[in-house]
């Protein structure tokens, strides 16, 4: 019979307990029943401050967190363990209801500090911890909204939290005040000098920084609040939040006598058991051997100990690393090991570089072999070469590894000095052992090679660069050459061309390449040449440089005949244009498919029936749909508010619109988009290249997501923008692919190896820190006036027509090779061809 | 079109014509027919060269391979196969992605500017 597991608590950690109980439990030797506070399944609180930008739950759902067909859990939400009955074993709650456990664990999790201020209780004064929370912050801003346009806020606490929610009503178009009682922003991370640049940083993102005092009184004045500050300021605002650090929620244990730690918590051992051998505490509410954790990961590692404990398995607490890189407002902060030199005899050595924003200190032994700890603010990115050190013997002079000579650590380190238990990927915990283990034993041969076998580099990406540098260390030449016919990248081809103005494949290989050219690179330049715009893909020259798609602008399929499939923009079809392609495919014999993306795909036509086909569609109004080439494909779309009783925008419109624009663009790799007109993300905008989703405040734009063998979700790059705004910025952002993409590189993929990533992506394309957007922008706007329907091009032209015949010297005589039965009512290839293989 | 079967297997050459030489743009081909559906891809590298090779692609058996893209690989002029992109000596048949295959080839003569296949 199975023994009853309580859980108080069904936060990030408890979810996290629970599943490794039921994973690793298989005979069930325990039944389940949790107990949640809020009303929903636990869910990321981490990335709270992210529900601003969707104002959709579901985003931050954790997935499995609802246990659906585990018949030994049983999750109980919105009534939370109110008491204790240790002799009995037994917990109350809040409804009443009464249930006896074996065990219970206590993961009740953190309630938000307060302090004690005269008016602290007024409605407009809010804490930052739940969703619940967001949703009256977000409330509050509206009412004060429609009362005086620009509401005012300030926020009490200038740590981790307390910029997490300057940040989140700051993306509500808010410019927040933060009040933090200590010197300098984020205290318990940085030092003075860090904490300098953060303070410089964050006010030129319109947020006001009280730094060295106090929030002394709140009182209500009229419709608003006023907050008196302990230096004298005094401000005029709309609403206040606390967020100064949490305490644990140890009331339970309390009050049912169990031990407490000193700084709060209910203590526990190593195994995470409290005083009690039959309750244990994890996660924020526990002290574990007197600490107590403010991190999730350690409140992790806090549930599988416990899990492993309750089903009789050796495990212990093994202490955690506090160490933080994360992203603050778009500042880069990072703390490690012993950031603020409180070992004896420590020595610091620091690097300000106020000009470009950027602080670094190393904190290192009083003989300067070891590295004890550091902090980086405003660039960290030496974060993940300069953790694997902290107690380990220093390769070099600590002042080289943050320098700026050579652009930081992993230049004058080299990856080389760095020993192989070294984190090198701290998202996916993967060493430098298992990288070299992947390259040396599985024949990993480059950074995409490594990122399938060992995950490393999947995650944030920041690590890339380095997986690089150990493909070099391992003696793997990694070209960026096109094929043996240039030395140059897809990119810089791109560059030359563009610089030079060449407008043929035989200028630019005589020029810059050797050789004749192959099947990789003339189609590689013949994008280039067509997306800078030279004439028709098939004029010239140009035609025998396009892979067979391109050369007969239609889909060549297994057996040699192709498919085609005209342009419905966003999916939109009038019944007579739906009639037509009905019409042809009878007339033809075609096989007919819908796509994916939301158009109609015709099977089955040769190579001289192309052009009689397409004369019937163009007569019609139809044009290209490109679905052979790389370029844009379609902009699939939702119906929107024209028709859904949910939809927030016109998001058929937008994927009209979308699509007309890029239509023809010639890319390294097909493109997809999408619009979906509300968050129930209907149109799967976020698995592609480009999605587009209507909010209430305008629209979000994700780039870089991927269906396929390797799903990717896109990344947000900004939100709440208006349709020029929009359009404006995924011009910037296809130009810039365009640009710099390798050859049959998607997105997605362009994004994970892009130095920088998201962050580079956003300064390059929204704030043009690299004063390339007017060029993008005109490159695109003549894209835009220079397009023409390719098939109306070849239709008009006798030459170009010329070339759709399957026999030079037998014009109409039907290809004996291509034949076809009937599956399911409509026609599918037979093989007939016998290869005339000399030998096989 | 005078090829019949039986001057094939006597070992006799005969050629046909096919198309005048400016029908096949350089660095392209075109395919032919000839009799008893023997297709052949007519291929020419970009100095003006003329090679044939059977149309037949081996690895799909679609007649595809004139609609390849013509190019050299370590020197070796070669037709890709639009298929699957395997590379094919021009000269020889020889495929160089895999050296147990080798397909068909067709001499190629020109006589006043008109293309000829020589069946053997």
Redesign the interface.
């Given at each position: 019979m199975s023994r009853t597991l309580v859980v108080a608590g069904h936060g990030m950690v408890a979810h996290r307990l629970v599943e490794a109980l039921r994973s690793d439990d298989v005979d069930g030797t325990w039944r389940v029943v949790v107990f949640g506070e809020e009303t929903r399944p636990a869910y990321d609180r981490v990335a709270l401050t992210s529900y601003v930008d969707t104002w959709n739950p579901d985003v931050l759902a954790l997935p499995g967190a609802e246990y659906r067909g585990d018949e030994l859990v049983e999750l109980v939400l919105g009534d939370p363990v109110e008491s204790i009955d240790r002799g009995a074993k037994r917990v109350t709650t809040r409804s009443g209801r009464v249930q006896d456990y074996d065990a219970l664990v206590l993961a009740t999790g953190s309630r938000p500090f307060v302090p004690p201020v005269e008016g602290k209780d007024l409605p407009g004064v809010f804490v930052y911890r739940t969703i619940e929370d967001l949703d009256d912050i977000r409330a509050a801003v509206e009412r004060a909204r429609q009362r005086r346009g620009r509401p005012a806020a300030a926020v009490v606490g200038g740590g981790l939290l307390g910029l997490e929610a300057a940040k989140a009503l700051r993306d509500m178009g808010l410019s927040p005040h933060v009040v933090e009682m200590a010197p300098r922003l984020m205290p318990l991370q940085v030092d003075d000098g860090g904490g300098g640049l953060l303070n410089r940083l964050v006010t030129d993102l319109d947020v006001t920084v009280h730094t060295g005092t106090s929030t002394s009184a709140i009182a209500q004045d009229g419709d608003r609040l006023r907050a008196s500050l302990g230096n004298g300021t005094e401000l005029d605002i709309d609403l206040l939040v606390f967020s100064a650090g949490v305490r644990p929620r140890d009331d339970l244990g309390r009050e049912a006598g169990l031990e407490l730690g000193e700084r709060g918590g209910v203590l526990t051992d190593e195994t995470c058991r409290t005083s009690d051998p039959h309750i244990f505490a994890v996660g924020e509410c526990a002290s574990v051997a007197g600490r107590v954790y403010g991190l999730v990961a350690p409140g992790y590692s806090m549930a599988e100990v416990a899990a492993a404990t309750l089903l009789g398995r050796e495990a212990s607490f093994p202490g955690a690393d506090t160490s933080t890189k994360l992203k603050l407002m778009g500042v880069d902060v990072a703390s490690f090991g012993d950031a603020h030199a409180a070992t004896e005899g420590s020595l610091e050595v620091v690097f300000n570089d106020a000009v470009n924003g950027s602080y670094k200190k190393l904190v290192v032994s009083d003989d300067a072999t070891t590295l004890l700890g550091g902090v980086l603010v405003g660039d960290a990115s030496e974060y993940n070469l300069l953790r694997p050190l902290v107690g380990g013997e220093l390769p070099v002079d600590p002042a080289a590894l943050i320098g700026p000579a050579g652009g930081g650590g992993g230049d004058a380190v080299g990856v080389e000095a760095l020993p192989d238990d070294a984190q090198i990927c701290s998202c996916n915990a993967v060493t430098k052992g298992a990288i070299n283990a992947a390259i040396h034993d599985d024949g990993c041969d480059g950074v995409g090679a490594i990122k399938s076998c060992t995950r490393a580099g999947t995650s944030c990406g920041s690590c890339v660069p380095m997986l690089g540098k150990l493909l070099s260390a391992c003696g793997v030449e990694q070209s960026t050459a096109l094929c043996e016919h240039f030395t140059q990248s897809r990119a810089e081809l791109f560059e030359i061309v563009r610089a030079t103005r060449i407008t043929t494949f035989s200028e630019l290989i005589a020029k810059h390449g050797t050789g004749k050219g192959c099947a990789v690179c003339k189609p590689a330049v013949a994008s280039i040449l067509a997306t800078l715009g030279n004439g028709h893909v098939l004029g010239g020259e140009q035609a025998s440089l396009q892979d067979t798609n391109d050369r007969f602008l239609a889909n060549m399929q297994r057996n040699g005949t192709y498919s085609v499939v005209p342009r419905v923009p966003g999916g939109e079809i009038m019944p007579d244009k739906l009639i037509v392609l009905g019409q042809v495919a009878k007339e033809f014999g075609l096989y007919t498919k819908i796509t994916g993306g939301q158009r109609v795909d015709l099977f089955g036509a040769t190579v001289d029936q192309l052009p009689q086909i397409w004369r019937r569609l163009v007569d019609a109004g139809f044009e290209s749909g490109h679905a052979y080439g790389k370029a844009l494909r379609t902009v699939k779309s939702c119906v929107g508010t024209t028709w859904c009783r949910y939809g927030q925008q016109d998001s058929v419109g937008l994927a009209v619109e979308l699509e007309l624009r890029y239509r023809g663009l010639r890319s390294p790799h097909k493109l997809k988009s999408g619009v979906s007109g509300c968050q129930r993300e209907c149109a799967e905008a976020r698995s592609k290249d480009f999605g587009i989703i209507a909010t209430e405040h305008g629209w979000n734009l994700y780039v870089g997501g991927n269906g396929g063998a390797v799903p990717r979700h896109a990344d947000l790059l900004v939100s709440g923008v208006d349709t020029d705004e929009l359009v404006r910025i995924i011009d910037r952002f296809l130009m810039f692919y365009v640009r710099t993409a390798d050859r049959l590189q998607r997105t997605a993929a362009w994004l994970d190896e892009l130095d920088g990533g998201l962050d580079h992506l956003y300064a390059v394309v929204v704030e043009d820190s690299l004063g390339i957007c007017d060029e993008l922008e005109a490159a695109m706007a003549e894209h835009v006036a220079n397009y023409e329907d390719e098939w109306k091009g070849v239709l008009e032209d006798p030459e170009k027509l010329a070339r759709f015949t399957s026999f030079v010297n037998a014009p109409g005589a039907p290809d004996p090779t291509i034949a076809f039965e009937t599956e399911r009512d409509q026609p599918v290839p037979v093989m007939l061809g016998v290869p005339e293989v000399v030998s096989r | 079109m005078t090829v019949l079967s039986d001057e094939q297997s006597a070992g006799a050459e005969t050629w046909?014509?096919?198309?005048r030489v400016d029908?096949?743009?350089?660095?392209?081909g075109?395919?032919?027919?000839l009799d008893g559906?023997v297709?052949v891809a007519?291929l020419r590298?970009?100095d003006g060269e003329f090679h044939g090779l059977?149309n037949?692609?081996?690895?799909?058996?679609?007649?595809?391979l004139a609609?390849?893209?013509?190019?050299?690989?370590?020197?070796v002029?070669?037709v890709?196969s639009?298929?699957y992109?395997q590379?094919f000596d021009l000269r020889t048949?020889r495929c160089l992605d895999d050296p147990?295959?080798?397909?068909?080839t067709y001499p190629i003569r020109v006589v006043d500017g008109t293309v000829h296949v020589g069946v053997r």
């Open positions: - | 046909t014509p096919v198309c029908q096949v743009p350089l660095a392209a075109v395919a032919a027919l559906g297709q007519v590298t970009d059977s037949i692609d081996p690895f799909s058996g679609a007649a595809v609609r390849g893209i013509v190019g050299d690989i370590g020197g002029p070669v890709a639009p298929i992109k590379n048949g147990d295959v080798r397909i068909a």
